[in-house]
């Protein structure tokens, strides 16, 4: 049938017509792949998309990592994607048949893709200076600079490299090269992530860094080429391709369609047309749908759903796994929510507004350092708003939390220094060598754990407020090292030989990761925390034995004792604490489930946990209720008491909480 024969060349020809049009010369388009939207590992992409629009640039983003997806962008920008998240399992061979097909990518800060080209391969930490490798175009009119982070990461170089970049020392840093008609460039700069840890607009170098890299890798195939090279006749995809949702919750798959059928085939999930309203006559060769796909309320389930067309008397079907998850809360659960001091959030609004949101525990940021936001009598800096009219925030924390029952449990960042004192509160402590140090001898903002008098800082707000306040509760946050960092002073050394009986002979070199007295240093370390925790806590109880005490810890355990000094298991098992607070903040469901079932497996049974969730933290923003839903009916699931926010933001709090109000009270 000459009719089918032609079916092929009707897609690209429909494609090329639509490109034709659609598709000036430059910009190009980019697509920013958005790890937030698929929970996967990396930092938030909002800063990098503003800063690139900001430049002129063409900027989109993609969540999905499917051919037809990435057959429409000209660059396709991961920034420090250590992993893509929930995205069709066949994501890494998509990204090279796009790069053979003509399609560009450039990949920054982690990455582990494209190693024809290069891979990142080693972090080098507090090291900035950068020289152009003269020779490739992507180097031409650039000049020595000093990376914006102090970190980066060396590339290991593939055959088809050409190194662009180089470290102090040498390494290989940025690297170009083609694979097939498109174009790569990887490296490991923190390109747009000035602290690591999140991105923003680019600065300084990176500008003409990126305008110069992105000019060279605008493609020289056309957007219609490049589909007609990766489109093979009618095709039809969905992202994801599983997911979870909580019971009762609907969840929108995105489904792609290549077809060059008239009128478009009509596509179904199970029996129900999704192509509505059915586009009659339409001319597009490449459609995107939604397949919105309803979950019985109270219920577990794992259901296959079929997506399926046919075109062109060809059967497409695609399976979706979705799985609906439930568990009903425990007697009195705690449902909470950190919370900070400020002016937009006085007790006196927020205490109501927690009730009415179905929030019945607060944990309140109320002292860190040398620090109080409160009227503390033992703290050398008052930074409480209410202090010029002689009032005092957790007083009337107190009082409003009262009235609304609301359980209070204010908390203090117990360990840390900097962004919590004054300048001169923290040059006396420098001064007086009551400040961590690292193996370097740099000075970290961190008390030194291994000295009397710091202990003393630490415990006297804690002592204070048990004491002096009608709360609840009281909680423990930064209470561990910064890093493996700290603490490397004269006082820690010493006091290490002492406990351990036996001098170092190579300081700090025996101690460190390679060196043949690391796993005592990490003993020392963890004991150094706990001995605070025991000492503050059986202190706490003399003057207030009814408080509840606890602890904000570290999700990924075991790991933090080694890296942070935190030995939290031990804190519970011994008594020091009565429930704890594992910050598992991340947006990634399946990552959330084995965090919390590995803390419920370590612990005591029966230990009360409330679980962290990161409704807005480092590791992004929630925004979708269903989203917070789940995290809640996870943490059921992995036997939590409750759980806690991390962190309430007046606006926020509510959109994402209102809807689910009689959801999470059972409609009490
Ligand atoms: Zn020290």
Redesign the pocket.
Known sequence: MPARRCLLTAIILSAAARHAIAEPPSPPRIAVFDLQATGGKGVRIEGLVRGLKALGWHVETVADLTLLSLGECDIVYLSDVHSPGNVTPDWRTNIEAYVKAGGSVLQTWHHHILGHISTGIRRVYGSRAMSIVPGHPCSAGLKDFDAVFKDHIVEKVGEGGTVLLRNAFGDPVAVAGTIGKGKVVSTGLALAIPHGNATAPPRGAEIALLQTWLRWLTPNVSGSERLKALVHGPQLEVSPTESLVAAGFPRTFTVRVASAQKPPPPVYCDDRRIDTPPSGAGEEAFRTLQAKIGTPPRTNLDAVHRIHARIDDKELSKEIRLRSLWAEPVPNEKRGVWLHVGTDRHPRDVMPELKRLGINMAVLRIAGGTAAFYASKVQDDIQDPLAKEGGDWLAEAVKYADANGVELHPYVNNCVVEGRTSKESFEALKKAGRL??DPGGRILGWF????EENIKAIERPMIEIASRYAVAGIQYDFIRYPSAQ???????RALFEKETKQPVADWPEDVGKAGARYLEWVEFRCRRVSTIVERVSKAIRRVNPRIKISAAVFSGWPTCRESNGQDWVRWCHEGWLDFVCPMTYTQDPVQYTDLTAAHRKALPEGFPVLQGIGIQSGAGAMNDPAQVALHIVLARQAGAMGWVGFCYKPKHTTTLFEPLRSWMTDGK
């Open positions: 961590q140090q030194c754990p291994s000295q700290g603490c490397f002073c004269p006082k820690c």
